[in-house]
């Protein structure tokens, strides 16, 4: 008997962790963060059910925090087998959970000292960093189509997603005595034609396919319009003098920003404009994707080719230290700043948000999915104040959003993954979406291939 369990990311965007089982193993697939919802940190410390000792390995589609963000917990809580995953996303995910790691410490130290009441309960941090090297130390490599057992009678095969850098679907191979299995995870599906990376790459179909759902409801503007859109809003800043804002994924999103500006001043529609981008783990990652040239697209390649840098132009900075992130907050004169988190959950763009939100000559440029309870939903639903470090921020600068640079593949980019999938009897499960987004989802994969899809919440079993 082949069970998976659901245990994240089941009508919600963030915390993916699924649970493979049969009579010989157990494998996770992922084991993300919660993030934006009220109920995050509780959801964060809630493991789920069974023995984390007993898991043989652990299958990581990539390595963004929702997916990543909580290795060092399970470890803790006695998982000792292996981490599988890519090269790229191996080095990223080492990025990330340092990251994580420091900034949970970090924003639990402040908090504590903040505390108003003697008797108001102090913020544990989730992990600390000297959590992560244990959990770093389990990982193992796997380069996409090589197929390898994991665990008694369990195979995995990666294929590129087109996500971020080093981003998989997984098709896992489980030999359940006389019968064989196949079941394929999308993880997260990139979106064909974007920047840097190659198209996302849809795996031999399965018996069971695990169907991401984020914007499932709907496409994103074009390329082309989001690109003019943006080109509008910094040329109109620089006339202005006026800071720009963008909250952006440190992994994927501000690589692609950096493009775009880079194309703009490559092709001559943007001049003599300052960039910096004021996150330690996004300036790591962008360092990393100039060594994995060999996951980029033509394009990307082409510019290599004529000696340019697809990540770097005049006017660029990657700042490192908290003092050149502080020194930005009294800067003058247009200048455009890219920082983490890009839900605006913490980082650095909380210190920019708090200094320049009360300022009506800031634009703030919201370029990614925003999660439910994040303040960067609440910006983009137009709210006129908001609460940082504990205290009231008025909104006076202007917040636009920009869905066309979504690393996440719209409604007609997830059908198109899916299409190979047409005849072949596979059954169908969606989850990483909210339940209107995979409703609607559910609905266009019954119309186009006749699928008829699940949808579990958290805790849900499905037999194979």
């Not at 060999?294 to 990657?318: C, I, K, M, Q, W």
Request: proline fraction near 5%.
């Amino acid at each position: 008997m082949v069970k998976i369990g659901f245990y994240g990311a089941a009508g919600e965007v963030t915390g993916s962790c699924y649970i493979v089982t049969t009579d010989k193993a157990r494998v996770m697939v992922d084991m993300g963060m919660h993030q934006g919802e009220h109920e995050a940190d509780e959801h964060n410390r809630r493991m789920p059910p069974g023995d984390m000792s007993t898991l043989d390995a652990v299958v990581l589609t990539h390595a963004h925090l929702d997916h990543c963000g909580r290795l060092p917990l399970l470890v803790r809580a006695g998982f000792q087998g292996r981490i599988h995953c890519t090269p790229a996303t191996a080095e990223i995910t080492a990025i990330v959970l340092h990251d994580s790691a420091r900034i949970q410490q970090d924003d639990a130290e402040r908090f504590n000292r903040r505390l108003r009441k003697p008797d108001e309960p102090q913020v544990v941090a989730l992990y600390v960093p000297e959590d992560v090297e244990p959990t770093l130390s389990l990982i193992s490599l796997i380069n996409y189509r090589q197929p390898r057992e994991i665990a008694p009678g369990i195979t995995v095969e990666y294929f590129d997603a087109g996500h971020i850098l080093g981003s998989g679907s997984v098709r896992m191979t489980v030999h359940d005595g006389a019968r064989t299995v196949n079941i394929v995870f999308s993880g997260d599906v990139g979106v064909a034609g974007s920047p840097i990376l190659r198209d996302p790459v849809t795996p031999p179909a399965g018996d069971l396919t695990i169907l991401e759902s984020t914007y499932g409801d709907r496409d994103h503007k074009s390329l082309e319009a989001t690109r003019a859109e943006l080109l509008d809003i910094l040329r109109k800043a620089q006339s202005a003098g006026a800071k720009v804002l963008i909250p952006a994924f440190a992994v994927g999103r501000t690589q692609d920003i950096v493009y775009h500006i880079g194309e703009f001043l490559r092709e001559g529609s943007l001049k003599n404009i300052r960039v910096y981008v004021d996150s330690p783990m996004a300036t790591e990652t962008t360092d990393l994707y100039r060594r994995f040239t060999n996951l980029y697209d033509a394009e990307s390649r082409d510019v290599l080719s004529n000696h340019g840098s697809p990540l770097n132009f005049p006017g660029l900075t990657y700042t490192r230290s908290v003092d050149e992130s502080k020194r930005l907050n009294t800067s003058t004169g247009s200048m455009v700043i890219i920082s983490a988190s890009g839900m605006c959950s913490g980082g650095r763009i909380m210190h920019h948000l708090y200094h320049s939100l009360p300022n009506p000559n800031t634009c703030v440029v919201i370029v990614g999915y925003q999660g439910q309870g994040t303040l960067g939903r609440r910006l983009v639903d137009g709210a006129k104040s908001v609460r940082i470090f504990r205290d009231t921020v008025e909104v006076k600068a202007s917040v636009h959003t920009l869905g066309g640079f979504s690393a996440h593949a719209g409604q007609s980019g997830l059908l198109a993954w899916a299409a190979p999938f047409k005849g072949s009897g596979t059954k169908v499960i969606l989850t990483h979406g909210e339940n209107g987004p995979r409703g609607v989802l559910k609905a266009k994969l019954k119309e186009r291939f006749g699928f008829e899809a699940g949808m579990p919440e958290y805790g849900d079993e499905a037999e194979v």
